[in-house]
């Protein structure tokens, strides 16, 4: 399996997708800059975590201007797989890519701790290494990661099984305090209605060893590793 | 000599000066050096030079007494950041430093541009900062200000660390009404390099080309250093100018530019702008290395228009860099900061002469003689008198509670005693992915990338104790981070130290900074743990009240094999719970008799250092060898808060009884007598334990099981862990929800 991960300016989050990755799949992925305009011919394009920009404006809004854009659009238009985690997921609805947007946490603070996610849809390119309704715990940490859509959109992401990932309680209950964010219905990730394009607020490749307090993370790489056998 | 222009510019009258800082005995030495009355800018630069910030005049005569050398130091005090040998031909390079007064006028961007700093301390020598500390100390909690200077503060560090991505691992904050109005913010970064590819400040090579890299310069800032040594009056808000605003965005891209930049062998060397931005960084380089720099201001990068010389000398503007290079390898160099989008600029080159020369529009502005400037600052030895000591309390006179239950749900429901979760979470603190530890144990740990090695880092100081006895506070500071680190499984290598003060031209409050400074000193040579940086901040009061003394020490050690670590939480049902270290029931001066009694008085704890190593080193050879699960050690609030903290980290519930003896229950229980750990084991592993501590001559106590929910201790109280975690965790939650 090859993969790319793509690197904006105030990327942070490169490194830790670009080791997950490498340590997963095997393969060295390759790292794209966001200036360049051409991709090689990957799997995968993954779009890691960070700043991209600052963020002095709307988070992903620059980064959503950028040359390497185009060809990751096209990327996914072939039906190429993407991902993006947390910056990432903001870039992939700046592009348009995924519907909705990422708003202001509802404390308006950054937070960072490990939260509880339950799998909703194990029949994704990202998700089928998960059991169907298991609980993982994932890390967050943004200020921004609020999900918001217009009522149409809430209820086709929901009948189609587009939210493979929502933020509940230990017990698996979509509950407010379960919440870090106040996103729409607990949502923490989406996918597109092709089911080639990804993008989740929580870090999975922050959690892919023990020694980092739990290896919940690995599943959502194995899947892809499974997708592309 | 170089003529000087001397147009537009005003007479340097003695009030001139007055307002500059400088004492007219320092106004002498200034035309003594100049051979000549300066020029305003020079004036400026003077200031700035010898300002108690820069200078550390009324300090210096004291830090050179501590020790600051080990067969593992490779750089310690003098350059950017002090640097470690970690093996492997890898090193630590750490630092802490203060941002006090900003923080206090502006809290979100006083905090965050501190932040800012000590990263740049630490990637300039070729770094790559791995982990962000601090060490926070706020007024009363009742105080009208606090609310805001906390979630302020708390904001600007994460607004800072989260964006440049590097993890906010740990820290500690206190609240005390002598903080009311002079918070203290210290920040610490620590970061990674190869030793053979770090980078120091010397300049060299006549004719080299000096670069300035980073930010345009603009007004602000100017005279922050100033600000920082001078004490705070009620006109603080007008100093708000004064304070830097930062941008992480652009840190973050200096941070990648410049170590792309040093994998290259194109630098001869290199110096963050900081304190006193482009004045000091010229003058350490040039003087450093005994040459001259020529600089031609018309080319600095300018954000504002119409800025004088005095300005762009005297600009902490954020975000930049000096840089001397090879002289054939500007064109590479320039190629690298494009790519990153940041301003470089030719401004000036090496000279011989052994001066700093300033050009502006063609005319010289300034032409000072570095090294007299850098070395001859002035030097005081300041009238000190020795902090009177407090009697020791005797634990029979202090009421015993009549419900130890409440006692201590008030206790961890406390301002000093409760949870920092809403502190650190707003930071991120797993960003690069190699957090093994994170905030809330004794020390905060972060593999070093890629190899099994960890490094292990905690902040601490217990300000009431060294207020109530400067040298035993300093002791106290620095052995406990030396325990912390211990705790984890670390060995302890080295320290940097923040060291806050009042003001120094006071007798009492110079006594306070002498006796701190000896204690300090003892314990590293006790425990061979140097200072390898710091700084020093004095001028803390307000309208003539100083701060409680608070030397912040930040620590750093080794885990050469990171399976190793190990954390407060016990792991495993069954497992024993043993109390390491001797109790004597020491009340006096502890957070019992603070937050129960109100009383803040008597001698703090008296701390052995030798019993100290010899505890810390028994227990870290047994976490070596892996015969201890979970280890705290024992500090604020003594042994109960110890045993709480536990309970609540591994959500399991501890079965305690109690071998008391002649000490009243409420003096072994809270009481914080020094060099103890609770740690727990498996049943298997007792008896070796035991033996082990036997031939130690190390004293250990059985307390009990890990078992069940509940903190139960035999006879005096049960608290369930639900009752635990709403104790401990409420507090700061809802303090801050009453936020205007």
Redo the contacts between chains.
Sequence with gaps: MKSAVVTFPASNCNRDMFDALEKLTGKTPYQIWHQDSEIPDVDLIALPGGFSFGDYLRCGAMAARSPAIKAIALHAERGGNVIGVCNGFQVLTEMGLLPGALMRNSSLKFVCKTVHLQVENTLTNFTNAYTKGQVIDIPVAHHDGNYFADEDTLKMLETNGQIPFRYVSKAGEATASANPNGSQNNIAGIINERGNVLGMMPHPERLIEDAQGGTDGRGFFESIINTLK | MTKINWNNNPEITDDLVKEHGLSVAEHKLMIKILGRKPTLTELGIFSVMWSEHCSYKSSKLHLKTLPTEAPWVIHGPGENAGVIDIGDNQAAIFKMESHNHPSYIEPYQGAATGVGGILRDVFTMGARPIANMNALRFGSPEHPKTRHLLSGVV?GI??YG????VPTIGGETNFHPSYNGNILVNAMAVGLADQDKIFLSAAAGVGNPVIYVGSKTGRDGIHGATMASAEFTEDNEEKRPTVQVG????E??LI?ACIELMSTDMVVAIQDMGAAGLTSSSVEMASGGGVGFTINLDNVPQREENMTPYEMMLSESQERMLVVLKPDRVGEAEAIFKK??LDFAVIGEITETGNLTLLFEGKTVADIPTQPLADNSPEYDRPWIKTEIQPTIDAFDIPIPNDFRDTLLKMINSSELSSREWI??????????D??Q?PGGDAAVV?VHGTDKALAISTDCTPRYCYADPFEGGKQAVAETWRNLTAVGAQPLAITDCLNFGNPERPDIMGQFVGAIEGIREACTVLDYPVISGNVSLYNETNGTGIHPTPAIGGVGLLKD??KMITIAPKNEGDVIMLIGECTGHLGCTQYLNIIEGREEGAPPPVDLALERKNGDFVRAQIQNRKITACHDVSDGGLFITLSEMVLAGGRGLEITLNNGNIPIHAYGFGEDQARYVISASPNDVNDIKTAANDANVTLEMLGLVTGHTLDVKNIFTITLNELLDAHGTWMPKYMSNED
């Design positions: 904001e994460g607004g989260n964006c440049v991505g941008d992480p965005f652009t973050k891209l990648e990153w989008d650190w979470q707003q930071y991120d603190h797993q960003v690069m992915a957090t093994i994170i593999r990171s399976s």
